[in-house]
């Protein structure tokens, strides 16, 4: 092995055609901190034995791609959308082949000298155990508490009521977590242990395949070390061998806090009958609901009795198949105007490449007062022709974007909306029919992680029909070019969307039934208000300056939410959207006057 290491006397990591003792998979999203260290911890494993690394990113905003892929000898999978920790390390199993072990990581680890050998020492001692576990440290050198025995009702009831700090050597029955200091001492068998940290018998890898993807985030591990347990094999608690766990690498949320305790229940949901599956759920409940003082147990306990809220929690997010998209070319202009999008640009502007370098539509890209690196993302997105302006003006950046565009009709698109090619080429292609003057796609909120007076505000918008044929609050509205000729170049008003809804008629303006596009709500209710005092401030400056064609929309909309309510929920539903819009429309705090923006939905949340 001397011809493997590195000058600092580091291993380097083997080639994917060579048998590997270890193969290393670690899942990343946004790691950049702590990715390096552990790669380091790697190699000097790995100057003992032929260790290979395989790395899933599952699409990183931070630099984690780019150093991983400075290490050339670390094969690098770029999911393409966050597929969760299952998925993630579905998609790097059929590049662990050929090894003796797969050992799985979290990326917010650190190895203590000889913890992947003593591991590998477990799984040599006897070929029953199937998989072994080290002992994991908080930073602090606390040991934590990784030990688990298989849930169970009992075990349930008795978290609930007693918690993890009352009576914390109480019977194994009584709880699913094992708490007692004793259990991390020496080396013994258990039921499963979190999936932080654990290596695997490559040949039982093999016969167990994929992890389940169902859970995206909590109790994949349960799940799989049940399939191991009843493959016949064992799985090993190794405390020679350590790790130290910095805790929340994979993220720390309301969210992921709240799909914690829904997946427990969607795993027992799994494996048993549906009345002790019901009661599992109550015991569940009722640890939260002792809990409720606190805030993320309230919201928690909220979600877990009202299942149809589960489709709000965190999911896997993967890569769209590529549009192929026929018919003539130069079916028209796409204009996007930017300021500080980096973070979520690229997710706007991928789905519309292959369009755009297939020559079906031109995107012109107008950052304006980018302090940040919007324009490149941009530009590193084939088919895009961006253009930086040191203003800060969302008007002039449209009227720049038309100045450079070629083709008609023209899409007017926001920075963070998610939409499809397909989308886009049915709402120009409705605009050159020449019947309407403005279009839009459809539209839907996506409210996945707000908080409970967002979620309730956006349940209210979508009931009122007033709405629904709107060109405004979409952050998408295409125009042809005698539509634009109405009004010739977008005035210096804050609402450019409601500005055009109020220069056509009914019978002028279209809402094309395409693939809805997907409008990021705020994610709590200080930005929610930020936005619409900047609605409320665009739709008073529009009726302040021309009120033949822009009437106030409050009185019509207070009428349609009446007509809202059909029981408690909608009722109270209504209350949070009337009163989010008086706060909306009461003085700022502030004298000046200022763009106010959403930052909570600028993230992959």
């Given amino acids: 092995m001397k011809a493997s290491r590195?000058?600092?006397?580091?291993?380097?990591?083997?080639?994917?055609?060579?048998?590997?003792?270890?193969?290393?998979?670690?899942?990343?999203?946004?790691?950049?901190?702590?990715?390096?260290?552990?790669?380091d911890d790697l190699r000097i494993a790995a100057r003992d034995r032929p260790v290979r690394v395989i790395v899933v990113d599952n699409r990183s905003s931070d630099d984690t791609v780019e150093l991983v892929r400075a290490h050339r000898d670390i094969r690098l999978i770029e999911s393409g959308g966050n597929l969760g920790y299952a998925g993630g390390i579905n998609a790097a199993l059929p590049f662990t082949e050929p090894c003796g072990a797969v050992l799985i990581l979290n990326p917010d680890l650190r190895l203590?000298?000889?913890?992947?050998?003593?591991?590998?020492?477990?799984?040599?001692?006897?070929?029953?155990?199937?998989?072994?576990?080290?002992?994991?440290?908080?930073?602090?050198?606390?040991?934590?508490?990784?030990?688990?025995?298989?849930?169970?009702?009992t075990r349930a009831i008795g978290d609930a009521v007693l918690g993890s700090r009352l009576w914390r050597s109480?019977?194994?029955?009584?709880?699913?977590?094992?708490?007692?200091?004793?259990?991390?001492?020496?080396?013994?068998?258990?039921?499963?242990?979190?999936?932080?940290?654990?290596?695997?018998?490559?040949?039982?890898?093999?016969?167990?395949?994929?992890?389940?993807?169902?859970?995206?985030?909590?109790?994949?591990?349960?799940?799989?070390f049940r399939r191991l347990r009843e493959s016949g094999h064992l799985v090993r608690f190794e405390p020679s061998a350590i790790v130290v766990h910095r805790m929340g690498g994979s993220g720390t949320s309301q969210s992921l806090a709240t799909l914690l305790?829904?997946?427990?229940?969607?795993?027992?949901?799994?494996?048993?009958?549906?009345?002790?599956?019901?009661?599992?759920?109550?015991?569940?409940?009722?640890?939260?609901?002792?809990?409720s003082y606190d805030p993320v147990h309230r919201r928690t306990l909220a979600v877990v009795v009202s299942r149809s809220r589960w489709r709000e929690l965190p999911r896997a997010t993967?890569?769209?198949?590529?549009?192929?998209?026929?018919?003539?070319?130069?079916r028209g202009s796409v204009i996007v105007p930017a300021y500080n999008e980096a973070t979520v640009i690229e997710r706007t502007l991928a789905p519309l490449s292959r369009a755009a370098v297939d020559g079906f539509i031109e995107i012109i890209v107008v950052c304006n007062g980018c302090t940040d690196?919007?324009?490149?993302?941009?530009?590193?997105?084939?088919?895009?022709?961006?253009?930086?302006?040191?203003?800060?003006?969302?008007?002039?950046a449209l009227n720049t974007g038309d100045e450079l565009a070629t083709l008609w009709p023209r899409l007017y698109l926001d920075a963070d909306i998610g939409i499809t090619a397909a989308a886009v080429i049915e709402v120009l292609d409705r605009l050159g029919q020449g019947d309407v003057m403005v279009a839009r796609p459809a539209s839907r909120y996506d409210s996945?992680?707000?908080?409970?007076?967002?979620?309730?505000?956006?349940?209210?918008?979508?009931?009122?029909?007033?709405?629904?044929?709107?060109m405004w609050c979409a952050g998408v509205y295409g125009l042809n070019e005698l539509g634009h000729q109405r009004f010739g170049s977008f005035p210096d008003v804050t609402g450019d969307d409601f500005f055009v809804d109020t220069r056509f008629d009914d019978d002028e303006k279209a809402v094309v039934q395409t693939e809805p596009t997907v409008w990021r709500t705020p994610s709590d209710a200080r930005s929610l208000l930020a936005i619409l005092r900047r609605h409320h401030r665009g739709n008073?400056?529009?009726?302040?300056?021309?009120?033949?064609?822009?009437?106030?929309?409050?009185?019509?909309?207070?009428?349609?939410?009446?007509?809202?309510?059909?029981?408690?929920?909608?009722?109270v539903d209504a209350a949070v959207y009337f009163g989010m819009a008086v706060a909306a429309r009461r003085p700022a705090a502030q004298a000046t006057v200022m763009w106010e923006r959403d930052e909570s939905s600028r993230s992959n949340r």
């Fill in 448 to 470: 996945d992680g707000a908080g409970v007076l967002v979620r309730s505000y956006y349940r209210a918008r979508r009931r009122i029909s007033l709405h629904e044929q709107a």
């Fill in 373 to 396: 690196g919007t324009a490149d993302v941009a530009r590193a997105v084939p088919g895009v022709q961006v253009v930086e302006l040191a203003v800060g003006s969302k008007p002039l």
């Fill in 540 to 571: 008073a400056e529009l009726v302040a300056c021309d009120p033949d064609r822009a009437s106030r929309t409050g009185p019509a909309t207070a009428r349609a939410l009446v007509h809202t309510i059909r029981g408690p929920r909608s009722a």
């Fill in 261 to 291: 305790a829904v997946n427990r229940v969607r795993y027992v949901e799994r494996h048993h009958g549906s009345v002790y599956s019901a009661l599992f759920r109550f015991s569940v409940a009722l640890a939260e609901m002792l809990r």
């Fill in 170 to 224: 109480r019977p194994g029955f009584l709880s699913e977590f094992d708490h007692r200091p004793r259990s991390y001492v020496e080396a013994h068998d258990v039921d499963w242990a979190t999936g932080a940290a654990l290596l695997v018998r490559g040949s039982l890898a093999r016969v167990l395949g994929e992890w389940n993807e169902e859970y995206f985030l909590y109790s994949e591990e349960t799940d799989y």
């Fill in 6 to 39: 590195a000058r600092d006397g580091r291993g380097r990591f083997i080639a994917a055609d060579r048998p590997a003792d270890v193969a290393v998979v670690l899942v990343t999203y946004n790691s950049a901190r702590d990715v390096l260290p552990l790669i």
């Fill in 318 to 330: 993967k890569p769209r198949a590529v549009e192929r998209i026929s018919g003539p070319h130069r």
């Fill in 112 to 153: 203590l000298p000889g913890a992947v050998t003593r591991l590998l020492g477990v799984l040599d001692e006897d070929s029953r155990i199937g998989a072994a576990v080290p002992l994991i440290r908080d930073a602090d050198g606390r040991t934590h508490h990784s030990l688990c025995r298989e849930p169970s009702l």
